[in-house]
């Protein structure tokens, strides 16, 4: 079972959400030979509730995913933390409704919840959390403490940071999952549905649960694969970006 841990509904925080762009993106992971992804919006994005109401209106919910278009949609969102990192949780959509709720407070970069209250929270156990990319000089997660960072699932090997640092990139990472007995997972980080699948994760078997999927992650039952055209997705994704913002 292949599946990709961070991907966005939309190409920007302040661009609505459209349920046509969004199956597009659904077909692409499918032509990328994906079988899931977990879908981590900005949990301050526009329209962050409205993805899931049109998601129920469309698609069953069964376990703890949406099928949509055969592709197993997990419930996600990607919060900013007051520290300046950013975390990635998934969990039920319950799990993810709530979570909005407790951070309709917490939006702006003034008000960013400190990690240890997010940490808090009743149900989080339940719930995967990850340290997205971990390194990334804009927001980075390494002002967080070891006691803190130990309290994570995983960390991501994000395929923009791939790009941007080279090869050099990954043992730095390594060492920080490896110094806190945790796994490493692959995300691409797509906001447009050219860089879906740039990297992935494979999985033994197949999970239905987040439960399950947590289980697998950690024993290690699964590898992590890059994509050969990964340079060629992060670079047309960021140019057609960058054309939509001067467009508009």
Request: charged residues 30%; proline residues 4%; without cysteine.
């Amino acid at each position: 079972m292949k599946i990709d841990f961070h991907v966005h509904a939309k190409l920007g925080k302040k661009v609505p959400f459209s349920l046509k762009d969004f199956l597009k993106l659904m077909e692409e992971a499918k032509w990328n030979g994906l079988d899931a992804i977990a879908l981590t919006e900005h949990f301050n994005a526009r329209d962050f509730i409205k993805i899931y109401q049109t998601l129920d209106r469309h698609y069953p919910y069964q376990s703890t995913y949406y099928d949509v278009a055969g592709i197993k949609v997990f419930p996600g969102m990607e919060v900013d933390i007051a520290e300046g990192g950013h975390i990635l949780l998934i969990g039920s959509r319950s799990d993810i409704i709530r979570m909005t709720k407790r951070l309709e407070t917490h939006k702006n970069k003034e008000t960013y919840i400190p990690f240890d209250q997010l940490m808090s929270y009743h149900g989080m156990e339940e719930m995967l959390k990850i340290g997205a990319h971990p390194f990334r000089e804009k927001n980075p997660l390494t002002r967080l403490t070891e006691e803190q960072l130990a309290r994570l699932d995983a960390f991501e090997w994000n395929a923009k940071d791939v790009q941007k640092y080279g090869a050099g990139h990954w043992p730095k990472i390594e060492k920080m999952a490896s110094s806190f007995k945790k796994p490493i997972t692959a995300g691409s980080d797509t906001h447009h549905y050219s860089q879906i699948g740039a990297i992935y994760n494979r999985f033994e078997g197949s999970f239905t649960t987040v439960k399950q999927l947590k289980g697998k992650l950690n024993r290690q039952e699964f590898e992590i694969r890059r994509s050969p055209l990964l340079p060629l997705k992060v670079q047309a994704a960021r140019a057609l970006k960058k054309k939509y913002r001067d467009y508009r």
